[in-house]
Each structure stands twice: as structure tokens, then as C-alpha cells.
């Protein structure tokens, strides 16, 4: 039986999944910190200004957690976690890049600092890294998983850039887009830790299910939380993705129940016409006003409950507390 997303007291904490992945993350911070390195001394600043920028390591942590659940026992998964955030890293700063951002996680992000060809070729450095040491596992299965992921990652960036600006973009495309830019490296995370326990086929489709439903349930809570939260609690400025007309969720309902006037304020925002402050305030207002951020928040919930249902079959115990607990934490938090 699925627990209530809204049953647990005190709220919902991440708390639970780090104290018991602490002692293979640790593990796998050690490798982030051996494969980073390069002769080449930028590479590793540059690395490091991100690696070590506050991220919450959620993938690779849910990798760790994955294998507890799956009883695992030995130590290929903290090689492969470690390559999981070598692929997230690299999609950050090549993200960045094509966004033109100036702050993430409330730093300066490294394209400013070092520059654009600099933050380029470091992902690329971080791609090599992670794929290095998936051929050190030995598994083909394994490199399936994740050289697949990776390329799905990348699909997802170009249609998500394909689709910025363009006010008619469907319901369906988005969820397309961030099933590829987001959801695609939670599963794979998830999934190779059944495979490197050796748990079976109906494992790895349950925890593959699992990481897809709650990447997407994560990225709708970034898609709404860009129009509700302050850059001092979410790491970036509010209006991200607004000023950088991106279709998400949020405009694609706002615009969809919108009268003509409103219909043409969001025609002329996502074109890039009306980006201002006061633009802002009132395509928040709208928002609300159509209910278009409830909305989203509500579908959030509706994955995340799926993904709570894929690991119910598993046995009770810390480590499917802990996931529990990260899946309601991902549709409560407002950073």
C-alpha cells in the first residue's frame, strides 16, 4: 500500500537517504575526487567549482540506495554512482552554456568565470571520465544503460532548445523533453544497481520506474518553484526559465486556459518581447490566476505516487523508508 504523500511528520527529508547511502558516498566521493583530476590544472578547478558547489548528489546517491534495497553487498556501484555524476556534471555545465546563465546553487556558474569553450571541453573531459569508468566495471549491460541515457540527455537538450520560444508547443513535447533532460538519468541510475546486484529483470524494471516517475516529478517541481521562489533559497534568480522563454508546464496551462488577451501577453513573453519585472509579476499572476502552477504541483504528485507504487513490492526496511521519504521530499520542496 502506497504511504500518503502528505502523511509524514515532520516534513519530508532528504536526511533519511543521505545517513544511509553516508558510507558509500563516501566511497564515491573519493572517486569523483581521483577521476577529476587532470595534469591539465584547469580542469579540475573548473570541475571542482561545480562538484563542489552544494549540489545534493540525488542521483548518485539514489544509485547507492537502490543497491541497498536490492541487498547489495559489494562495491561496483560506487564507481558507476560516480559516473552517474560525472554525466549529471557534464550536463550542468553544458547546460549553462546554452542557457547563458550567470548563477547556479547561488554561485557564479563557470561559464562566467572561465568562459564558454573552457566549461565546454571540461563537460566533455567529464563524459570521457564517466565513461572510463564504466568500461572498468566490465558490464555491457551496464554501458547500455548509461551510454543510452547519455544520449538520451542529449536528445532531450536539443529538443527542449528546439522548442524555446515557441509558444505552441504541446503538452505532450514537454513531457517528452523532460523525460529525456531528466528523467532519463534518474532511471538509469536506479537501474544499474539491480543489474550489478544481480537481482533480476523485475527489479531493474521496478527501480528503472521508479527513477523515471520521480525525475519527473522532480523536474515539474523545478518548473513550478522557477515562478514561486526567491534565487536565496532556490539557487537561481526567479524567472529562469520565463526570461529564457522556455515552454514548461506552467505557460503551456496558463496560455492554454488563457483569454485572447492574456494569450497574446504570453505570445509576446516566450517570444521574447515582455521580459521585464513587472512582465514577470504578471505572468505570475496569471499563473496563479489560471491555476497553471497548482496544476503542475498536482502532476508532480501524480508521478510521484507512481514512483512510490514501483518499489512497493520490495521489502519493507531503511532503505525503501528512505526512498519513500526522498520521493516526498521532491514534491514538497521549494528549492
Not at 96 to 109: A, E, L, M, Q
Request: hydrophobic share 45%.
Amino acid at each position: 500500500m502506497t504511504a500518503s504523500l502528505h502523511s509524514l511528520t515532520p516534513p519530508p527529508s532528504l536526511d533519511p537517504l543521505v545517513a544511509l547511502t553516508a558510507p558509500d558516498m563516501n566511497a564515491v566521493n573519493q572517486v569523483i575526487l581521483s577521476r577529476m583530476q587532470s595534469e591539465v590544472p584547469l580542469i579540475p578547478e573548473l570541475a571542482g567549482h561545480l562538484i563542489a558547489g552544494g549540489g545534493k548528489r540525488m542521483r548518485p546517491m539514489l544509485t547507492c540506495a537502490s543497491a541497498a534495497l536490492c541487498q547489495y553487498n559489494g562495491s561496483r556501484h560506487h564507481m558507476l554512482a560516480a559516473a552517474v555524476e560525472f554525466i549529471h556534471t557534464a550536463t550542468l555545465l553544458h547546460d549553462d552554456v546554452v542557457d547563458g546563465s550567470g548563477t547556479r546553487r547561488g554561485k557564479r556558474t563557470a561559464n562566467l568565470i572561465w568562459g564558454n569553450p573552457a566549461s565546454v571541453l571540461v563537460g566533455d573531459f567529464l563524459f570521457s571520465r564517466a565513461f572510463e569508468l564504466m568500461v572498468e566495471d566490465g558490464s555491457l549491460k551496464v554501458l547500455k544503460i548509461l551510454s543510452r541515457a547519455s544520449a538520451v540527455i542529449a536528445e532531450g537538450e536539443v529538443a527542449q532548445l528546439t522548442a524555446q520560444r515557441q509558444i505552441e508547443t504541446r503538452e505532450d513535447t514537454y513531457l517528452h523533453i523532460i523525460e529525456a533532460k531528466t528523467a532519463a538519468l534518474f532511471s538509469a541510475a536506479c537501474r544499474i544497481a539491480p543489474v550489478v546486484a544481480e537481482a533480476g529483470e523485475e527489479a531493474e524494471d521496478a527501480l528503472e520506474s521508479f527513477g523515471r516517475n520521480l525525475g519527473i516529478a522532480f523536474q515539474l517541481v523545478d518548473d513550478a518553484i522557477d515562478y514561486t521562489s526567491e534565487s536565496a533559497t532556490s539557487g537561481k534568480d526567479l524567472g529562469d526559465d520565463f526570461r529564457e522563454g522556455k515552454m514548461t508546464l506552467p505557460i503551456i496551462l496558463a496560455y492554454a486556459r488563457g483569454s485572447e488577451e492574456e494569450r497574446r501577453f504570453w505570445k509576446e513573453a516566450v517570444g521574447g518581447e515582455r521580459t521585464s519585472d513587472e512582465d514577470l509579476s504578471h505572468a505570475v499572476s496569471l499563473l496563479k490566476r489560471t491555476g497553471a502552477i497548482d496544476e503542475t504541483l498536482e502532476r508532480a504528485r501524480t508521478y510521484a505516487r507512481r514512483a512510490l507504487d514501483a518499489i512497493a513490492p520490495f521489502p519493507a526496511g531503511k532503505a525503501r523508508a528512505a526512498l519513500t521519504q526522498a520521493v516526498e521530499f521532491a514534491v514538497a520542496r521549494t528549492y
